[in-house]
């Protein structure tokens, strides 16, 4: 039924749900899971006040690639303890939704799963959450958990 799944995850308690749908799912159906990341800028950057004047100090690429590595490990992990054989994961960079769908149509995916992310729900319809953009453009069928 589903040959691949997709997964996107980001580190958040909504991303956690959607992995442990995903490694239900993966392992029932002896799916392949892919994982995906795409490493954001939080807006938790670190601010050094100096005098008058406030630097804001964003992280390096490298931080955001080690982060990334261990949302990743850390999905791995969960898929591999609920039985799923056959995983792969990927870090990419750029806007989230056209990464995600891109990679679906690239590994050819019969299901996307990713978490509702915690927009408030004025700014969610101002400019449109990451989930909402991939229902609207995904090539297979998503789930979208909570």
């Known amino acids: 039924m589903f040959d691949t799944i997709l997964v996107a995850v980001d580190g958040s308690e909504h991303s956690k749900r959607a992995i442990e749908i995903a490694a239900d799912m993966g392992h029932r159906y002896a799916s392949t899971v892919h994982v995906v990341h795409i490493p954001q800028h939080t807006g938790h950057e670190k601010t050094l006040a100096l005098g008058g004047a406030a630097i804001t100090l ?6 955001l690639e080690a982060a990334g590595q ?4 850390a999905a791995r992990d ?3 303890a609920a039985g799923c054989q056959k995983i ?4 990419m960079g750029g806007d ?11 590994v050819k995916a019969d299901l996307i799963v990713m978490g509702r992310r915690g927009l408030s729900e004025f700014t969610g319809l101002v400019i449109g959450s990451t989930s909402h953009k991939v229902a609207h453009l995904a090539p297979c069928a998503c789930l979208t958990t909570r």
């Open 78 to 80: 969960l898929l591999e």
């Open 96 to 106: 989230p939704a056209q990464q995600i769908v891109s990679a679906a149509k690239r």
């Open 58 to 63: 964003q992280p390096s690429q490298a931080e």
């Open 88 to 91: 792969e994961t990927e870090i």
């Open 70 to 73: 261990s949302v990743v490990s």
